[in-house]
């Protein structure tokens, strides 16, 4: 009995911690990502993060992976060319970016999400 009380209280303090974590990391979330340290031969993307984040796109669709629980550039482990499993930097931007806006575009022919590359690089 005291084992099961004592593991309900460490799933509620961590649950409460997690909640306050998520709140603190949301309230520095930006409202545009400036994506232009990324460019090269294209015109840098802009990234309307609070429309997507309003939109209820999980952070964890984007952000797959934290560095000491934190959200960090992708450029942090994604970098210009492949490296074994992780893609370059280019390639995990289309993934994830194009990846859902396809199929955004499959799901509601009318959808605005951009698929076309001079609709991303203006
Ligand atoms: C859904 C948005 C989106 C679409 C559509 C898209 N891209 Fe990108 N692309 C990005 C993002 C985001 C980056 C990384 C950040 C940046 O470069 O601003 C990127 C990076 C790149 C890069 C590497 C950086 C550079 O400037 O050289 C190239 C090259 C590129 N895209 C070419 C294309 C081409 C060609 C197409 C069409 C076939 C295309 N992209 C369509 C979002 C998109
Ligand atoms: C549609 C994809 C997407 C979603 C959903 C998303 N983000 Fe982001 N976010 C990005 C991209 C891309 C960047 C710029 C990363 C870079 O500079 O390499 C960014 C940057 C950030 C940054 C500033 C850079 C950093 O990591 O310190 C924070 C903080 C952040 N996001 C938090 C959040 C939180 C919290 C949520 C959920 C409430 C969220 N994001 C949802 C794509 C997304
Ligand atoms: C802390 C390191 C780290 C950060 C930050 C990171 N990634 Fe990744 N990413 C990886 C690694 C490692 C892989 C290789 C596969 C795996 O382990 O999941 C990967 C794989 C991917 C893939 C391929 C997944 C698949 O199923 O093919 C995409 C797409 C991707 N990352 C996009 C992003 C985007 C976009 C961001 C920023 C919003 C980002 N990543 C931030 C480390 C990271
Ligand atoms: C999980 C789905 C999803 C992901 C991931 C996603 N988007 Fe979107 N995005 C959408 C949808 C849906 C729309 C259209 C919203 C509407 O219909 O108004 C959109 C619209 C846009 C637009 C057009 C509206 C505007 O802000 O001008 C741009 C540009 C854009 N996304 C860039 C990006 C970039 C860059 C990334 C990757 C860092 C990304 N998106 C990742 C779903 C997604």
Redesign the pocket.
């Known amino acids: 009995m005291v084992q099961k009380s004592w593991k309900v209280f460490v799933g509620v303090v961590t649950g409460a911690l997690f909640l306050m974590a998520t709140v603190a ?2 309230a ?3 409202d545009k ?1 400036d ?1 232009s ?1 990324y460019k090269g031969t294209k015109s840098a993307v802009s ?1 309307d ?1 609070k429309m ?2 309003d939109a209820k ?3 964890a ?3 797959h992976k934290a560095k000491d629980g ?6 942090e482990c994604h970098k210009k060319d492949a490296d074994g499993a992780t893609p370059s930097i280019k390639d995990s931007f289309h993934k ?2 194009k990846g859902c806006h396809d199929k955004a575009k499959k799901d509601k022919a009318d959808s605005k999400a951009p698929t076309k590359c001079g609709e991303c690089h203006k």
């Open positions: 990391f949301a520095g979330a930006p990502a994506l340290k990234l993060h997507h984040v796109i999980p952070c669709t984007c952000h934190k959200t960090v550039a992708c450029g994830t970016c």
